[in-house]
């Protein structure tokens, strides 16, 4: 089954640019998802379709998917964005949804 | 505005059944897929399975396929998910969400969280 590998942790400075990362075999062939959890909170989407926002979502998150590795990028990182981060695709072979393992992100 | 509500925490013994509940609001339920995910205590997002409301149509994971059971009511806009005999190793969050019926393939609206909790 297809699997999605993302990064344990990443930790960023206020103000400062986060990137996570989410790889897969051919990944920039799917369209990919991703959803934010902060501590003992539902997930919330947060990206979709690669790089779209639901309403909602501030501009300082986007997303972009190409080769290998899907990447969200929350710019101008506040103490509020710290939150785990998953990503998902649909893995049209088992008509299943996969996720990734999730990636914890600290505002230091 | 859209909410997807499910029941309230649950303290059970091994062995012991259980069936919780999401029910859906503010959409039209037949428009949507509903899915259930686990999460553990500390850990990620697992999908266990997804039901379509209008016809019932029941998809598992492999993981989950024989160990669970998904079932929906469209009178009342309200998705179970049942077990017959609890394992401590069911202990964790579970959470329901929803997916378009078509063309869409991520879930844009997320319940509350079911705490289950099994220990004897």
């Known amino acids: 089954s297809y699997v999605l590998t993302q990064p344990p942790s990443v930790s960023v400075a206020p103000g400062q640019t986060a990137r996570i990362t989410c790889g897969g075999n051919?990944?920039?062939?799917?369209?990919v998802h991703w959803y934010q959890q902060k501590p003992g909170q539902a997930p919330v989407l947060a990206v979709y379709?690669?790089?779209d926002r639901p309403s909602g979502i501030p501009e300082r998150f986007s997303g972009s998917n190409s080769g290998n590795t899907a990447t969200l990028t929350i710019t101008r990182v506040e103490a509020g964005d710290e939150a785990d981060y998953y990503c998902?695709?649909?893995?049209?072979?088992?008509?299943?949804?996969?996720f990734g393992g999730g990636t914890k992100l600290t505002v230091l | 505005e859209v909410q997807l509500v499910q029941s309230g925490a649950e303290v059970k013994k091994p062995g012991e059944s259980l069936k919780i509940s999401c029910k859906g609001s503010?959409?039209?339920?037949?428009?949507?897929?509903i899915g259930w995910v686990r999460q553990m205590p500390g850990k990620g997002l697992e999908w266990m399975g997804i039901?379509?409301?209008?016809?019932?149509?029941?998809r598992y994971s492999p993981s989950f396929q024989g160990q669970v059971t998904i079932s929906a009511d469209k009178s009342i806009n309200t998705a179970y998910l049942q077990w017959s005999s609890l394992k401590a190793s069911d202990t964790a969050m579970y959470y329901c969400?929803?997916?378009?019926?078509?063309?869409?393939?991520?879930?844009?609206?997320w319940g509350q969280g079911t705490l289950v909790t099994v220990s004897s």
């Open positions: 969400a929803r997916r378009l019926l078509q063309g869409v393939f991520y879930f844009d609206y």
């Open positions: 503010g959409y039209s339920f037949t428009s949507y897929w």
């Open positions: 039901i379509y409301p209008g016809n019932s149509d029941t």
């Open positions: 051919n990944i920039g062939s799917k369209s």
């Open positions: 379709d690669d790089s």
């Open positions: 998902q695709v649909w893995d049209t072979s088992s008509d299943h949804p996969v």
